[in-house]
């Protein structure tokens, strides 16, 4: 369960890959601008850490960045967000699970954790995150740039938050989740 602050591992973490050579025995490279390349003990291909289970991500097409669907251990789901270019960042798994310290034992008091863009209790709102992508459609202007998800029981998307306009992250009360088509 500490993998996700660990550097030397690629549990817990989003890697940053290039698949077009070979460097030494691996059947692939990690691009020299990763963060961690030159961090004594790190594994090169990491570009974030402190993800406990980054289930599906998407890259939003206008502008790149990194949306993140991280299911959470028990109490809460995360929605986790990493702008073009910003690799390094850290999460927070094991230390934190969504909002809440998990393990104060495992807290690096040095650490510079990012908030998750929307957290939510899982047995309260309803299941595990599993994903989703940044609305960029006609039908219903006002998403445009907002992303959805889905949960484990969910057949149309569950949730929109809107970072891109007010910088706030919010979930629709449940009565009014899954209504969009």
Same mark, same amino acid.
């Given at each position: 369960?500490?993998?996700?602050?660990?550097?030397?591992?690629?549990?817990?973490?989003?890697?940053?890959?290039?698949?077009?050579?070979?460097?030494?025995?691996?059947?692939?490279?990690?691009? +020299?601008? &990763?963060?961690?390349?030159?961090?004594? @003990?790190? $594994? /090169?291909?990491? =570009? !974030?850490?402190?993800?406990?289970?980054?289930?599906?991500?998407?890259?939003?097409?206008?502008?790149?960045?990194?949306?993140?669907?991280?299911?959470?251990?028990?109490?809460?789901? +995360?929605? &986790?967000?990493?702008?073009?270019?910003? @690799?390094? $960042? /850290?999460?927070? =798994? !094991?230390?934190?699970?969504?909002?809440?310290?998990?393990?104060?034992?495992?807290?690096?008091?040095?650490?510079?954790?990012?908030?998750?863009?929307?957290?939510?209790?899982?047995?309260?709102?309803?299941?595990?995150?599993?994903?989703?992508?940044?609305?960029?459609?006609?039908?219903?202007?006002?998403?445009?740039?907002?992303?959805?998800?889905?949960?484990?029981?969910?057949?149309?998307?569950?949730?929109?938050?809107?970072?891109?306009?007010?910088?706030?992250?919010?979930?629709?009360?449940?009565?009014?989740?899954?209504?969009?088509?």
């Amino acid at each position: 369960m500490r993998s996700g602050q660990d550097l030397s591992t690629l549990f817990g973490k989003v890697i940053r890959i290039d698949v077009g050579g070979r460097c030494g025995d691996r059947p692939y490279c990690a691009p +020299e601008s &990763n963060p961690f390349t030159d961090a004594q @003990g790190a $594994r /090169s291909e990491i =570009w !974030s850490s402190g993800l406990r289970n980054p289930w599906k991500f998407s890259f939003d097409p206008a502008n790149g960045s990194l949306w993140i669907a991280d299911v959470g251990r028990g109490s809460h789901e +995360e929605i &986790n967000h990493v702008l073009a270019g910003a @690799g390094g $960042r /850290s999460f927070g =798994w !094991s230390c934190r699970e969504g909002p809440e310290v998990f393990d104060a034992s495992r807290c690096d008091p040095d650490a510079d954790h990012v908030d998750p863009v929307l957290s939510y209790r899982t047995p309260i709102d309803g299941c595990a995150v599993i994903g989703g992508r940044v609305y960029r459609g006609q039908r219903h202007s006002e998403l445009a740039g907002a992303p959805t998800w889905r949960t484990t029981t969910a057949r149309e998307p569950c949730g929109v938050c809107d970072p891109p306009r007010t910088g706030r992250a919010t979930a629709p009360p449940r009565s009014e989740r899954c209504r969009l088509r």
